[in-house]
């Protein structure tokens, strides 16, 4: 157990249709990460926060969102799905995001566009 | 932005061979590399890392090789055990930005 937790850890969804995924970081840990993984398309870098801020941005589509809250928790929000935002979303949490630090992961949240 | 190439894309080896994964890349104030493994349908897990002001580190079996001028590092494992089938995958960190190569499918076959 990493001591990041990520709920749900199914979802099932239509077309078109909004969704929020969350993610609780290790205690002590102020930076979030976000990644999508789809089938040979290995670990897409979509955000990161820091202590509540976005610190750094990747290939996140415009239909996707993402915060994290004063409790540091995060959430990952997709909407108008498309049948190809079927992926694995992983949150990682670290220290901090500068430095020689390990990035945890979360179980990831399997997310199936119907 | 960072850019992380990562070959091979899938290996199969003997049990009891080396294996070796190779990575490349294009920010050169990355100083950060960490190596992770995923069994299938678990989360990836930092199996080893090295810091830019380091060539080289082991811990048993694994060691991980950083050359900062040709902006490679690589992955060895030797003595492979079936246990060690999984994929692996390569990232590195420039400023706050943590970004992940394609990832190897390592198959040791008994």
């Known amino acids: 157990d990493s001591g990041v937790t990520q709920t749900p850890k199914h979802l099932i969804t239509a077309t078109g249709q909004r969704v929020t995924l969350r993610c609780s970081p290790r205690s002590g840990d102020l930076s979030v990460y976000w990644y999508q993984q789809s089938l040979d398309q290995g670990l897409q870098f979509l955000i990161q926060y820091y202590n509540g801020e976005e610190r750094a941005k990747g290939n996140i589509l415009e239909r996707f969102s993402a915060q994290q809250f004063p409790d540091l928790h995060s959430e990952l929000n997709l909407s108008s799905l498309e049948l190809g935002d079927s992926a694995l979303y992983f949150c990682?949490?670290?220290?901090?995001?500068?430095?020689?630090?390990?990035?945890?992961f979360g179980q990831g949240t399997r997310l199936t566009v119907v | 932005g960072e850019n992380v190439e990562q070959h091979p894309s899938t290996l199969s080896v003997q049990e009891g061979d080396s294996a070796v994964i190779k990575c490349t890349y294009s920010?050169?104030?990355?100083?950060?590399f960490p190596w992770y493994k995923q069994e299938l349908g678990k989360r990836p897990q930092l199996i080893i890392d090295i810091r830019s002001n380091v060539g080289e580190k082991k811990d048993q079996r694994i060691a991980v090789t950083l050359n900062k001028t040709a902006k490679h590092f690589s992955l060895h494992i030797t003595e492979t055990q079936p246990e060690d089938s999984a994929v692996y995958f390569c990232a590195a960190k420039g400023g706050e930005k943590l970004v992940f190569g394609k990832g190897t499918k390592l198959t040791v076959n008994p």
């Open positions: 920010d050169s104030a990355s100083n950060y």
């Open positions: 990682a949490s670290s220290v901090n995001p500068r430095g020689y630090t390990e990035a945890f």
